[in-house]
């Protein structure tokens, strides 16, 4: 298959994986949640550039078919940190001082594990940034997404109940507010689960360019977790 036509199916399977929820089921939902996993498989199988390509090409799709709040939320959210975790992931060098050496050092696991740790918040402070000028802020930008997703939804009859309406408009403020915390949680979460079942797909397929890296032999910079232990005492301290 052509690499220009593995990039295209990547990018527009992303994309609709992406804007599923828009069906108002599970399944939908579900299958959002999986839209890196296209661009991991071309990522971690053919190189981190096509996957990069990939990303920005499926965040150009949404772009077009949902408008650019929800494209840039698809590009700063899920695809381009994917392409930088490959990008990452796929670093190696030599052993030892031979550079013609075939034995590889790769990237350390523990590292990528420390970049997903980060990258949420470098997603929050560039979408924060991004969405100063949109009506209510970037709260508003989340609201406006929300409801266009609640209104492509099969519909609901909310409306006629006060009490439901009285409801709905609750959850949206405890949603919005509560959204940082559980929302950084959730995104390192599936971005490993993607990483994870890519290589392990490619892997079986014996199409991996970076060997699987054993669970055990993780390691931690000492700095993450004293920067986790006193965000922690800062929660304890704070409004949160």
């Known amino acids: 298959m052509p690499i220009w036509l593995t990039i295209a199916i990547a990018a527009v399977a992303s994309a609709i994986m992406y804007l599923a929820p828009v069906i108002g089921s599970v399944p939908g939902v579900m299958l959002a949640t999986a839209s890196a996993l296209p661009l991991f498989l071309i990522g971690l199988s053919i190189g981190w550039w096509p996957m990069a390509i990939a990303a920005v090409a499926g965040g150009v799709v949404i772009l077009v078919t949902a408008g650019w709040p929800v494209g840039l939320q698809y590009l700063i959210g899920s695809s381009l940190p994917a392409a930088f975790l490959a990008q990452r992931a796929l670093l190696a060098r030599p052993v030892g001082d031979d550079p013609s050496s075939r034995d590889l050092e790769w990237y350390p696991t523990g590292h990528l594990v420390t970049w997903v740790s980060i990258l949420p918040a470098v997603g929050m402070i560039a979408g924060f940034v991004a969405f100063l000028g949109w009506e209510g802020g970037p709260k ?43 929302a950084a949680v959730v995104w390192a979460s ?33 700095w993450l977790m004293g920067a986790l232990a006193a965000l922690l005492l800062l929660s304890f301290v704070t409004d949160g």
Request: net charge neutral; glycine share 6%; no cysteine.
């Open 190 to 222: 599936l971005m490993i689960l993607n990483g994870l079942t890519a290589q392990w797909i490619v892997a079986r397929s014996g199409r991996n360019i970076r060997p699987t890296p054993s669970m055990a032999s993780i390691k931690l910079p000492q």
């Open 140 to 182: 508003g930008a989340v609201k406006v997404y929300i409801d266009l997703v609640m209104s492509l939804a099969p519909a609901v009859d909310v409306d006629s109940v006060e009490r439901g309406a009285e409801a709905l408009e609750t959850w949206k403020a405890v949603f919005l507010e509560s959204l940082p915390g559980w």
